[in-house]
Each structure stands twice: as C-alpha cells, then as structure tokens.
C-alpha cells in the first residue's frame, strides 16, 4: 500500500469548509475524495492536516492518502487536476513513508489574514480580504500583538463550547504589515481553536480602531470569555499558507 501526499491550494468562497458533509458535497474534501476514488477505482478517504471553515482559502494544505494503485505520480498529478473543479489544485504529489500523517505529524501551520484598509473597497481585493473603511492604528495593533505571543489559553478567543480537550495553544509569530492599504496579519503556531484567528484579527482591528484598550487583550486571557473578546471577522481574509513538518 503506498501513502500519497498532497499539497494542495484552494478558493473556498464557494464551499462549506474542508470537511466531508453527509448531505452535501460542496467541501474540498469531498471534491479530492470523489476524484481520487474514481481514479483509482475504489473509495479513497483523504486525510486533512486540519479543517479551513466555510469560505476561507488555502495555498498550502497538506493531505495524503493510502493506495494500492500502481499508477505513476505524474499520472495522477495529471489525472487529478483535470478533473478536479478550476478552484481546486494539486501543487505537489509524492510519495511518503507509511507512517506519515498530515494531521498528526504537523508541527506547526501559518496564516495570514488580508484586511484592505481604505474608505472605498477595492475590486481586485474583495473576495479576498475584509474591506474596512476607517483608518487603522498599525503601531498601536503591533503592539497589541505581542501579547498573544506564547503559549495561552485561547478558548476566550475562539468559538468553541465548553470542551474535555485542551485549549492552550502557542503562537510563535504574529506579524502585521501594511502596504498600499493591503494589511496583512500572519500567524505561525503549534495549532488554532475553532475561529481563533479571525477573533483575534478582529480583537486587534478593535484596538486598532481605538474601540478597545490595550489591557482588554490581558482581560480575555485571563477570564476566558469570549464575550469580552473582538468581532469575528468574515471568513474570505483568511488563508493557510503552509504547514510545517
């Protein structure tokens, strides 16, 4: 049985996340497994390093899958792009050791989330990046910033309910530039709660708005309540980049 390794990128705009759905088939999983099943004629269950939500993107998820095809790496590189939809790429295929999972292997994974910052939108952004009118405070944002530098309790600062599993995750980096009024906020960490990155984004654009005071970021992580925390902002900003092995 051979192990398969896929680097794939996508627009999401148009499906409900990376994950399968029973009752529909607009995810992107659903797409690589509905088009790898039928290449090598039996169904193929690919393996995710994570899940992205319903309308954000990727440049570099990574996936991987087991066959006992004897098909050729271009030959399936080939076969797949053609039938995958045009917003759905493989980049790259290659063969792995048995013991290679995407998910469980992944070390650490970087985002960036794109905000255009102008008081008119841009249309070569829009779908893209969140479009915010007013003037953002960047000095004040990267300072706010570095307080989610480390390792924390996020659970305040994402989505998720009450959970057993636990909700420390460490960020490495988080860096904002802003250049001809394209913001960008990358972050490298060991993992991401669920919406942890656009609430965060959104902590920083309310502070950065002069909404929110720099001590409210401390509040959060102390007390845990997402209530206190920013907006979430919409999904089409957000990007995985690459994940680190």
Same mark, same amino acid.
């Given at each position: ?28 999983q659903?797409?690589?497994? #509905?088009?790898? #099943? ?17 309308g ?6 990574i ?7 004897i098909?050729?790496?271009?030959e ?7 039938y ?12 792995? #050791?048995?013991? /290679? ?22 249309? /070569? ?19 706010? !910033? !570095?307080?989610?530098i ?6 305040? /600062?994402?989505s ?28 490298v ?11 965060i *984004?959104g902590?920083? *654009?309310?502070?950065g ?5 720099? #001590? ?7 007390k845990?309540?997402?209530s ?7 999904p089409?900003g957000l /990007?995985?980049?690459? *994940?680190?092995?």
């Open positions: 049985m051979r192990n398969i390794k896929l680097k794939i990128a996508y627009d999401g705009g148009r499906y409900y996340g990376w994950q399968r759905l029973k009752d529909n088939d607009q995810t992107i659903g797409k690589l497994e #509905s088009v790898i #099943s039928e290449m090598v004629q039996s169904y193929t269950e690919i393996i995710g390093s994570g899940r992205t939500d319903a954000v993107h990727a440049k570099g998820q996936t991987n899958f087991h066959t006992d095809s098909m050729t790496l271009e399936m590189h080939r076969y797949i792009n053609r995958l939809p045009q917003d759905i790429v493989v980049k790259e295929i290659t063969q792995v #050791s048995d013991r /290679f999972h995407s998910r469980y292997h992944a070390k650490s994974k970087k985002y960036t989330y794109y905000v255009w910052n102008h008081y008119t939108h841009s249309p /070569f952004h829009r779908k893209y990046s969140c479009h915010l009118p007013k003037k953002l405070d960047v000095p004040l944002m990267k300072e706010a !910033a !570095a307080k989610f480390g390792t924390h309790d996020f659970i305040g /600062f994402s998720l309910k009450k959970t057993k599993k636990s909700t420390l995750r460490t960020i490495n980096e988080l860096n904002i530039l802003s250049q001809d009024n394209l913001m960008s906020f990358t972050f960490g060991d993992g991401f709660l669920y919406n942890m990155i656009r609430i *984004v902590s920083l *654009v309310e502070i708005l002069h909404e929110k005071e720099l #001590s409210h970021i401390d509040k959060v992580l102390e845990n309540v997402r206190k925390a920013g907006i979430t902002m919409p089409q /990007f995985l980049e690459e *994940v680190y092995y």
